[in-house]
Nanobody, 123 residues
Framework: QVSLVESGGGLVQAGGSLRLSCAAS????????MGWFRRAPGKEREFVAV????????YYTDSVRGRFTISRDNVKNTMYLQMNSLKPEDTAVYYC????????????????WGQGTQVTVSS
């Protein structure tokens, strides 16, 4: 089992940038596909992005493609989400997750979750 801790959230104005980090402990991150999800106030948790265990394949939900970039450093045991051109609708708690996934776009595919980090984008 791997333990995950997110960081890097905060308050930013629309058009600004943030970089989220997901640090892993326990089992090495290189054994897992990794994903980012988010939950906005009053909404269901939704998929944001996924990256394969070797970093060779990524996929994004349509609303963030071209603005967000998922990456990982298996030596540092950390995954990242660079978020640019942020919009108020990106406001949510962001969660990282680890697992051996098929598509990686559904929460049930993941075994381990972090506690989340709040991102708030003001207009």
């Amino acid at each position: 089992q791997v333990s995950l801790v997110e960081s890097g959230g905060g308050l930013v104005q629309a058009g600004g940038s943030l970089r989220l980090s997901c640090a892993a402990s326990g089992r090495a991150l290189r054994y897992y596909d990794m994903g980012w999800f988010r939950r906005a106030p009053g909404k269901e948790r939704e998929f944001v992005a996924v990256i394969r265990w070797n970093g060779g394949d990524t996929y994004y939900t349509d609303s963030v493609r071209g603005r967000f970039t998922i990456s990982r450093d298996n030596v540092k045991n950390t995954m990242y989400l660079q978020m640019n051109s942020l919009k108020p609708e990106d406001t949510a708690v962001y969660y990282c997750a680890a697992g051996d996934v098929v598509s990686g776009t559904t929460a049930r595919e993941y075994d381990s979750w972090g506690q989340g980090t709040q991102v708030t984008v003001s207009s």
